[in-house]
């Protein structure tokens, strides 16, 4: 997927954008997501498209502001731009994993440079994000940020009628085996780890591949479109679903 | 004052007042002028030095010699009789044209028997060798006070016997030395002074020619050249080397903007496209679907011109990083397992067959990421371009001269001669190649990595493309090699 500046659906219009699943899971969580971010109008487009989506946004323009409002409003995520007035918002991260606050951070940039991406998760960032970037995949970043799967000794994973065994390297959806090949398994491993969740392209070519860039062909889409061409059977009710513009989602119930 | 040279400039910020007081011709206060100033007055210091050394050296040598001809003759007279004495004393004093000889005979108790000096030197030894001494010549004439080199000896009556010489010849010749020197000096320093001056001149005159050049360049007038003659002199050297230098810029600049109107339509086409959408969109659709099917339009032309930006970017970012320190072991033959894994199933959906040959395990020094990114694109490049049915080969080989290679070869259509160089342009896209999507950036990207690495790229002309990464060995690199094995797909 391309880099997009904003693809945010029109408030209102239900469905927009999505023509083959329904927006993004709704934020059950009422999570309180503070944003430290200069520029007033990139703030207002995030604020407005995660409150569209339930989050609970805190907006503050400056480090030092920011720093306060983090310590005085513990909110459950924070997206932190990287240059800001007052104190830079890798200073900001950095102090408050000082004071042992571990609330997942996201950070947001201008400069792409594979070195500074680096330093910002080396300075106690979770994840990177460079602008221009779709709102789409800051939510979709955020989501996956907050509910980070739990490190369990678990060793099989349950989506729905979806079963996947970690140590025989099994996977089933209901009584059918489904014969997978490893890269495939190592992408539903990981869908299934967070199912529910909005998952685009690059976070998969990340996360799955450890690719760090955007390859011209689609691989994902050719990747996803043989695992869903396993996993979802002919006359069984979809569970992989493709969010145009956007991702994926492994849904548990259709 | 017209176009500053350069020495105006150093001088003006020394005085930020604006004028110097006393304005002093300029070449006064070139540096050339300073230092043929500096040579010349060395030169006369050292003249000066030898002169004097030559001066003292002869004052000496005929001091000695009077002392040993004076010495002589006391020693022959002093031996004659007391009239054979007289006699040779008057021959002597008459057979003496310049008055340089002195001699005289006084009596026990001092008062003179003879000769033409006035009385004994007080403070003249007597029987002692040849010395200088104050004496008073007398003759008729007059008295003269002398310092001269004299000689005493008692003889056995009990009178003294002085002789003496005048020893001014040592003077006349210092005299004639402080002429030559006048003469010889004074032109050959005002002779070091005008050289000087020329040479500040004809510099000062050469650097305001070169400071007209480079006003002109600046003025953006890119064809012109520092004035250049054909002679083995440093300034020309010079004038070469930046003449060099500016030849290269202005092919840089050419290209540079070449590139920019390249870039400039390779953006607009696609936002040209999504605006036109728009704007049909805005004025045809009536239904909800319809408007979103135009803002899905536009989205993706946008997207379109972002990923070509982000393109751009990242081949700056690459080109102008220098080799990072962050450079690790990459084991090649698993990243290019990785890559082939990556990439098969899209070979597989165009009945491509992707293959990987590795001979060996080698281990390249370098950003494992990047080096995936180069791979990764020319094996997607090689897909794109082959046709369905193709085959694509992505080998690990050993070259001969301690080198690794990365070979991608394809049955597509390869790259022909002419086109081998044009390919590594930014945003060549190959007339056949037209329908094809992409931003015809990816062999750049490829190409940069691999500079930066110090790896070089070679592209194999002929049907069916070969496109190599050739790894030069690092000293103490490991090689094991490994029985071939083949991984086939499809």
Same mark, same amino acid.
């Given at each position: 997927?391309?880099?997009?500046?904003?693809?945010?659906?029109?408030?209102?219009?239900?469905?927009?954008?999505?023509?083959?699943?329904?927006?993004?899971?709704?934020?059950?969580?009422?999570?309180?997501?503070?944003?430290?971010?200069?520029?007033?109008?990139?703030?207002?487009?995030?604020?407005?498209?995660?409150?569209?989506?339930?989050?609970?946004?805190?907006?503050?323009?400056?480090?030092?502001?920011?720093?306060?409002?983090?310590?005085?409003?513990?909110?459950?995520?924070?997206?932190?731009?990287?240059?800001?007035?007052?104190?830079?918002?890798?200073?900001?991260?950095?102090?408050?994993?000082?004071?042992?606050?571990?609330?997942?951070?996201?950070?947001?940039?201008?400069?792409?440079?594979?070195?500074?991406?680096?330093?910002?998760?080396?300075?106690?960032?979770?994840?990177?994000?460079?602008?221009?970037?779709?709102?789409?995949?800051?939510?979709?970043?955020?989501?996956?940020?907050?509910?980070?799967?739990?490190?369990?000794?678990?060793?099989?994973?349950?989506?729905?009628?979806?079963?996947?065994?970690?140590?025989?390297?099994?996977?089933?959806?209901?009584?059918?085996?489904?014969?997978?090949?490893?890269?495939?398994?190592?992408?539903?491993?990981?869908?299934?780890?967070?199912?529910?969740?909005?998952?685009?392209?690059?976070?998969?070519?990340?996360?799955?591949?450890?690719?760090?860039?955007?390859?011209?062909?689609?691989?994902?889409?050719?990747?996803?479109?043989?695992?869903?061409?396993?996993?979802?059977?002919?006359?069984?009710?979809?569970?992989?679903?493709?969010?145009?513009?956007?991702?994926?989602?492994?849904?548990?119930?259709? | 004052?017209?176009?500053?040279?350069?020495?105006?400039?150093?001088?003006?910020?020394?005085?930020?007042?604006?004028?110097?007081?006393?304005?002093?011709?300029?070449?006064?206060?070139?540096?050339?002028?300073?230092?043929?100033?500096?040579?010349?007055?060395?030169?006369?210091?050292?003249?000066? #030095?030898?002169?004097?050394?030559?001066?003292?050296?002869?004052?000496?040598?005929?001091?000695?010699?009077?002392?040993?001809?004076?010495?002589?003759?006391?020693?022959?007279?002093?031996?004659?009789?007391?009239?054979?004495?007289?006699?040779?004393?008057?021959?002597?004093?008459?057979?003496?044209?310049?008055?340089?000889?002195?001699?005289?005979?006084?009596?026990?108790?001092?008062?003179?028997?003879?000769?033409?000096?006035?009385?004994?030197?007080?403070?003249?030894?007597?029987?002692?060798?040849?010395?200088?001494?104050?004496?008073?010549?007398?003759?008729?004439?007059?008295?003269?006070?002398?310092?001269?080199?004299?000689?005493?000896?008692?003889?056995?009556?009990?009178?003294?016997?002085?002789?003496?010489?005048?020893?001014?010849?040592?003077?006349?010749?210092?005299?004639?030395?402080?002429?030559?020197?006048?003469?010889?000096?004074?032109?050959?320093?005002?002779?070091?002074?005008?050289?000087?001056?020329?040479?500040?001149?004809?510099?000062?005159?050469?650097?305001?020619?070169?400071?007209?050049?480079?006003?002109?360049?600046?003025?953006?007038?890119?064809?012109?050249?520092?004035?250049?003659?054909?002679?083995?002199?440093?300034?020309?050297?010079?004038?070469?080397?930046?003449?060099?230098?500016?030849?290269?810029?202005?092919?840089?600049?050419?290209?540079?903007?070449?590139?920019?109107?390249?870039?400039?339509?390779?953006?607009?086409?696609?936002?040209?496209?999504?605006?036109?959408?728009?704007?049909?969109?805005?004025?045809?659709?009536?239904?909800?679907?319809?408007?979103?099917?135009?803002?899905?339009?536009?989205?993706?032309?946008?997207?379109?011109?972002?990923?070509?930006?982000?393109?751009?970017?990242?081949?700056?970012?690459?080109?102008?990083?220098?080799?990072?320190?962050?450079?690790?072991?990459?084991?090649?033959?698993?990243?290019?397992?990785?890559?082939?894994?990556?990439?098969?199933?899209?070979?597989?959906?165009?009945?491509?067959?992707?293959?990987?040959?590795?001979?060996?395990?080698?281990?390249?020094?370098?950003?494992?990421?990047?080096?995936?990114?180069?791979?990764?694109?020319?094996?997607?490049?090689?897909?794109?371009?082959?046709?369905?049915?193709?085959?694509?080969?992505?080998?690990?080989?050993?070259?001969?001269?301690?080198?690794?290679?990365?070979? #991608?070869?394809?049955?597509?259509?390869?790259?022909?001669?002419?086109?081998?160089?044009?390919?590594?342009?930014?945003?060549?896209?190959?007339?056949?190649?037209?329908?094809?999507?992409?931003?015809?950036?990816?062999?750049?990207?490829?190409?940069?990595?691999?500079?930066?690495?110090?790896?070089?790229?070679?592209?194999?002309?002929?049907?069916?493309?070969?496109?190599?990464?050739?790894?030069?060995?690092?000293?103490?690199?490991?090689?094991?090699?490994?029985?071939?094995?083949?991984?086939?797909?499809?």
């Amino acid at each position: 997927m391309a880099l997009v500046f904003s693809k945010r659906m029109v408030p209102g219009i239900p469905g927009s954008g999505m023509a083959d699943a329904p927006a993004v899971v709704e934020n059950q969580l009422m999570a309180k997501v503070l944003l430290i971010e200069d520029d007033s109008e990139t703030a207002e487009e995030i604020t407005a498209e995660l409150a569209d989506r339930g989050f609970e946004v805190e907006w503050s323009a400056n480090g030092i502001e920011g720093l306060d409002k983090a310590r005085s409003s513990r909110p459950d995520a924070m997206i932190v731009d990287r240059l800001l007035p007052g104190m830079d918002g890798l200073t900001v991260i950095e102090a408050l994993r000082k004071e042992q606050v571990r609330t997942p951070v996201l950070v947001l940039s201008a400069l792409g440079a594979v070195d500074d991406r680096v330093r910002g998760l080396r300075m106690g960032g979770d994840d990177y994000l460079t602008k221009p970037f779709a709102v789409v995949e800051l939510v979709a970043r955020i989501e996956a940020l907050l509910r980070r799967p739990v490190e369990s000794r678990e060793t099989l994973l349950r989506v729905g009628p979806l079963e996947l065994d970690l140590i025989e390297r099994t996977a089933k959806r209901g009584d059918r085996v489904i014969e997978l090949l490893p890269r495939e398994f190592r992408l539903l491993e990981y869908m299934m780890q967070r199912s529910d969740q909005l998952l685009t392209r690059a976070m998969l070519l990340e996360e799955v591949w450890n690719y760090k860039f955007v390859p011209a062909t689609n691989l994902v889409d050719v990747h996803m479109g043989r695992l869903r061409h396993k996993v979802d059977g002919p006359g069984e009710a979809p569970m992989i679903h493709n969010v145009r513009g956007a991702g994926f989602i492994l849904r548990s119930v259709s | 004052m017209v176009p500053a040279t350069y020495a105006d400039v150093d001088v003006k910020q020394g005085h930020p007042g604006g004028e110097i007081p006393m304005r002093q011709p300029q070449f006064i206060r070139s540096n050339t002028f300073h230092w043929a100033l500096m040579v010349a007055g060395v030169f006369a210091v050292f003249v000066i #030095v030898l002169f004097g050394f030559i001066y003292w050296q002869i004052d000496d040598y005929l001091t000695a010699r009077s002392d040993r001809v004076i010495t002589l003759e006391v020693e022959g007279i002093a031996g004659l009789s007391p009239e054979r004495r007289l006699e040779a004393m008057d021959e002597r004093l008459k057979q003496d044209p310049r008055g340089v000889q002195l001699a005289a005979i006084f009596a026990a108790d001092g008062h003179r028997i003879t000769g033409n000096i006035e009385s004994l030197p007080p403070d003249l030894r007597i029987d002692g060798p040849a010395q200088a001494a104050n004496i008073v010549k007398t003759n008729g004439s007059g008295r003269q006070h002398q310092v001269v080199r004299t000689i005493a000896r008692r003889m056995r009556n009990g009178d003294v016997l002085v002789l003496g010489r005048n020893v001014d010849e040592a003077r006349e010749i210092s005299h004639v030395v402080g002429e030559a020197l006048a003469l010889g000096l004074l032109p050959a320093f005002l002779l070091c002074l005008l050289a000087g001056a020329w040479l500040s001149v004809r510099a000062q005159k050469r650097v305001e020619e070169v400071n007209q050049r480079v006003q002109r360049i600046i003025a953006g007038d890119l064809r012109e050249r520092l004035p250049h003659r054909n002679i083995d002199e440093p300034f020309s050297k010079l004038a070469g080397i930046v003449n060099g230098m500016l030849d290269e810029m202005e092919t840089l600049i050419h290209a540079l903007a070449g590139v920019g109107n390249d870039i400039a339509h390779d953006l607009r086409t696609p936002l040209t496209r999504a605006r036109i959408t728009l704007e049909r969109g805005r004025t045809n659709a009536t239904t909800l679907e319809q408007l979103q099917a135009v803002a899905d339009k536009a989205i993706a032309g946008i997207d379109q011109s972002l990923t070509i930006i982000t393109a751009l970017l990242r081949l700056a970012e690459i080109e102008n990083s220098r080799r990072s320190a962050s450079f690790a072991d990459v084991p090649l033959h698993d990243m290019l397992r990785e890559v082939c894994d990556i990439y098969e199933p899209i070979a597989e959906n165009k009945n491509i067959t992707l293959q990987v040959g590795v001979t060996s395990r080698v281990t390249v020094r370098g950003d494992r990421d990047l080096l995936i990114e180069a791979v990764a694109n020319l094996v997607d490049n090689a897909i794109k371009f082959t046709p369905e049915g193709g085959r694509v080969d992505i080998e690990l080989l050993r070259g001969g001269g301690g080198e690794t290679i990365v070979q #991608v070869t394809d049955t597509g259509s390869g790259i022909n001669e002419q086109e081998r160089e044009a390919v590594l342009r930014r945003f060549y896209r190959s007339d056949k190649i037209r329908n094809t999507p992409g931003v015809g950036l990816g062999l750049n990207l490829v190409a940069a990595i691999v500079k930066l690495h110090g790896f070089r790229l070679a592209i194999h002309p002929g049907p069916g493309c070969r496109v190599e990464i050739i790894c030069p060995d690092r000293e103490g690199t490991k090689q094991q090699i490994l029985p071939a094995t083949r991984q086939t797909v499809s």
